[in-house]
């Protein structure tokens, strides 16, 4: 008996590290497409978890229960470092307007507890999770990553198996005083789920997403269901969806490090630069932009008629400068730009951003860019101008 023990445990040894291999390679190729759902309510937020089925129609597949019947959600992806996600809560939601991308509920099955949200963009160089092409099976592995509730990290890995796959009612609290009766094709699991979790994907091997989570038994131990990918399939099938056109990915730019300060017009002294972009870098930190440009001069081609152009025109030109270059960068926040010949400069401010700060704010930091540019200290100018923002953004906490 002791003999046969020993040989058990010495396989047990062996199959560890293939196991764990396995379920490492499965959540690094998955973790990408899974996101964090925010869904506002009455009572206050609902949080949950989904994942990304569709790259060209940009849809996310989740659970009823995690949007209920609220239009709109939104949807974080993970961030990566070191090829690891960013697993702290608090990182996204102080970075919320940068990261969050706006979805729509655009089909829902309350029966089976499915929903599909459209994303209105989706990150660079990411793909959808492919779907089985059948259930799984009793005794088969499985993989699911969530968004728990109660745990300060996000994107979280379980491993499972499968413990049967059969048809299911049940009725379910969603809220106080609503109940929902659930009915649908289910994979039953030993991995354990908390709330959070629902609507994350329950994947084979392969990475290929074959349920989705539902929620775990509150009166048994190591009973989880999810819904079962057929269920899935019939949802992606239904005419409302089959009705949503597919089109090239709408792609949301991610910056995860501040602007560096242009000086093409060599107005700046290196220290004031430096400087400048460590301040630059604190207010990025409020998810905040600041694009600074200068310039020796105008475009060539524009130089003569601008000399010659009336204050008004100039300032238009300038205005619409900055804006595409505002826009082309994404810049959440100020942008300011100088140019030496013609001498000119606008300061703006994004609309997202602009209710953060005092009425034409904007306004305050051009007068102070104006007042040190015309003093001959340009560094006193960058200096004072991002102290401003500093300064009311230091404000603005608690």
Not at 70 to 96: C, I
Not at 253 to 272: H, N, Q, T, W, Y
């Amino acid at each position: 008996m002791t003999r046969h023990a020993s040989i058990f445990f010495a396989l047990l040894h062996i199959a560890s590290p293939a196991v764990a291999q396995e379920g490492a390679k499965v959540y690094k190729q998955t973790v990408p497409s899974v996101v964090w759902i925010h869904s506002a309510r009455d009572r206050g937020l609902a949080t949950g978890s989904g994942t990304l089925v569709d790259k060209e129609r940009r849809l996310v597949l989740t659970n009823y229960h995690v949007v209920q019947d609220t239009p709109n959600a939104k949807v974080f992806f993970p961030v990566f470092r070191d090829g690891q996600p960013v697993a702290e809560k608090e990182y996204y939601l102080d970075r919320a307007r940068r990261l969050s991308i706006q979805g729509s509920v655009i089909a829902v099955d309350k029966k089976a507890d499915l929903a599909l949200i459209r994303l209105d963009s989706i990150p660079e160089k990411i793909e959808a999770v492919p779907l089985a092409v059948s259930s799984p099976e009793p005794g088969s592995s499985t993989h699911t990553i969530g968004n728990a509730g109660k745990s300060g990290a996000l994107f979280g890995y379980v491993k499972g198996t499968v413990r049967q796959v059969y048809q299911k009612e049940w009725k379910a609290e969603l809220e106080p005083r609503k109940v929902a009766t659930f009915n649908a094709r289910v994979v039953e699991t030993d991995s354990p789920t908390n709330p959070g979790d629902s609507g994350g994907p329950l994947l084979n091997e392969k990475g290929e997403l074959i349920g989705v989570t539902q929620g775990g038994a509150l009166n048994a131990s190591l009973v989880s269901t999810f819904i079962d990918v057929s269920e899935v399939k019939k949802l992606l099938n239904s005419k409302v969806v089959k009705e949503i056109r597919a089109s090239k990915p709408a792609v949301k730019i991610v910056r995860e490090s501040p602007f560096k300060i242009s000086d093409a017009g060599k107005l700046f002294s290196p220290e004031a630069i430096t400087a400048g972009n460590a301040a630059i870098a604190e207010v990025f930190k409020n998810d905040i932009d600041v694009l600074i440009e200068t310039y020796p001069a105008a475009p060539a081609e524009r130089l003569e008629e601008l000399k010659k152009a009336t204050p008004a025109k100039r300032t238009e030109y300038f205005r619409d400068w900055l804006h595409a270059r505002m826009l082309k960068e994404d810049i959440k926040g100020f942008g300011i730009l100088i140019c030496n010949d013609p001498k000119s400069l606008y300061v703006d401010v994004s609309p997202g951003v602009s209710k953060k700060f005092p009425s034409q704010f904007e306004l305050q930091v051009r007068d102070a860019v104006i007042k040190g540019m015309k003093d001959g200290k340009p560094d006193d100018a960058l200096k004072e101008a991002l102290k401003l923002i500093q300064t009311q953004l230091a404000k603005e906490k608690p």
